[in-house]
T-cell receptor, first 110, second 114 residues
Framework: KQEVTQIPAALSVPEGENLVLNCSFT??????LQWFRQDPGKGLTSLLL?????REQTSGRLNASLDKSSGRSTLYIAASQPGDSATYLC?????????FGTGTRLQVFP | NAGVTQTPKFQVLKTGQSMTLQCAQD?????MSWYRQDPGMGLRLIHY???????DQGEVPNGYNVSRSTTEDFPLRLLSAAPSQTSVYFC?????????????FGPGTRLTVL
């Protein structure tokens, strides 16, 4: 059974810092791994999707990496801004199911 | 495209009442699913469908029914609401069930069962 863990559960940093959010999964037989952002009281917004054959994906200040053999993915946020404050979720896709981690709650203060 | 839409946004039920949460997508996606989100538990899969006429159970299916008569719609039915079903419910869809299949989420339905 796939289990997805995210560390840390919460993070508070000053504006401008570069950040790394971690996601680990127990079953490496994944189709892909997807990172989402969730603002309080809102739905999920897809940030990046890494296919199982890829090692990383980039979008603007965001870079996500995937190491299937070690069961890890990281989301790197460069030059963080207060607008980046949100909960970040990773999800591993196995066969017909998307299994979520419990998220990292990020606060970036000015 | 409207993407994934859900209605209602908010709902309050009494224990024992039944209701249907609506989900629709206009992207011709084959795969649709329902999740519930509870504090400290993350998102948990309730039911999913890989195409019209095909549904299957996820991690927490008890107390919920689904059907998929069309590609566009995937309603979630609560047969007899219980306080334990108080949660935020999200519907999601993707083009396929494998390979490059970015999941798109609806805005959610916040349900309270008294």
């Amino acid at each position: 059974k796939q289990e997805v863990t995210q560390i840390p559960a919460a993070l508070s940093v000053p504006e401008g810092e570069n950040l790394v959010l971690n996601c680990s999964f127990t079953d490496s037989a994944i189709y892909n791994l997807q990172w989402f952002r969730q603002d309080p009281g809102k739905g999920l917004t897809s940030l990046l999707l890494i296919q199982s054959s890829q090692r990383e994906q980039t979008s603007g200040r965001l870079n996500a990496s995937l190491d299937k053999s070690s069961g890890r993915s990281t989301l790197y946020i460069a030059a963080s801004q207060p607008g980046d404050s949100a909960t970040y979720l990773c999800a591993a896709h196995n066969t017909d199911k998307l299994i979520f981690g419990t998220g990292t709650r990020l606060q970036v203060f000015p | 495209n409207a993407g994934v839409t859900q209605t209602p946004k908010f709902q309050v039920l009494k224990t024992g009442q039944s209701m249907t949460l609506q989900c629709a997508q206009d992207m011709n996606h084959e795969y649709m699913s329902w999740y519930r989100q509870d504090p400290g538990m993350g998102l948990r899969l309730i039911h999913y469908s890989v195409g019209a006429g095909i549904t299957d159970q996820g991690e927490v299916p008890n107390g919920y029914n689904v059907s998929r008569s069309t590609t566009e719609d995937f309603p979630l039915r609560l047969l007899s609401a219980a306080p334990s079903q108080t949660s935020v419910y999200f519907c999601a869809s993707s083009y396929s069930t494998s390979g490059y299949n970015e999941q798109f989420f609806g805005p959610g339905t916040r349900l309270t069962v008294l």
